[in-house]
């Protein structure tokens, strides 16, 4: 039996509402008021295989701030978005960190890297 969903193209800020239709295996049949093409893709890996980046906060020892900001330098499959934030919840991170410094590579195989996104300086003592 088929299904339908409206989607919110999120790709740009034009924010198009798409009416798509799958079947019971999540194979998209049609989608319809997409305004391009990556809209259309958008649509499809929503309902197919969602993906979303990860944006999140690392420890750092020895650190002038206690955190570094970090994410995934691309989306990683929806399902596996919990498992990842435990992983990087365990990771503590020795000062300095340099921005874009890769944290972790292929992050619960899923062939995205961690990176830092901002700079943390070690925390000179007197
Ligand atoms: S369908 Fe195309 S034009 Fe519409 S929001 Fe998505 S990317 Fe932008």
Known sequence: M????EIVCIVCPNGCRMNVSYDENN???QVENASCKKGEEYAVNEIQCPKRSITSTVGVINGAL??????TDKPVPKEKIAAALEEIRKIRLEAPVKFHQIIMNDLLETG???ISTKEVARL???
């Open 66 to 71: 206690p955190l570094v900001s970090v994410r």
């Open 27 to 29: 194979k998209v049949t």
């Open 112 to 114: 995205a890297q961690l």
């Open 124 to 126: 000179e003592k007197m």
């Open 2 to 5: 088929n299904k339908s969903r």
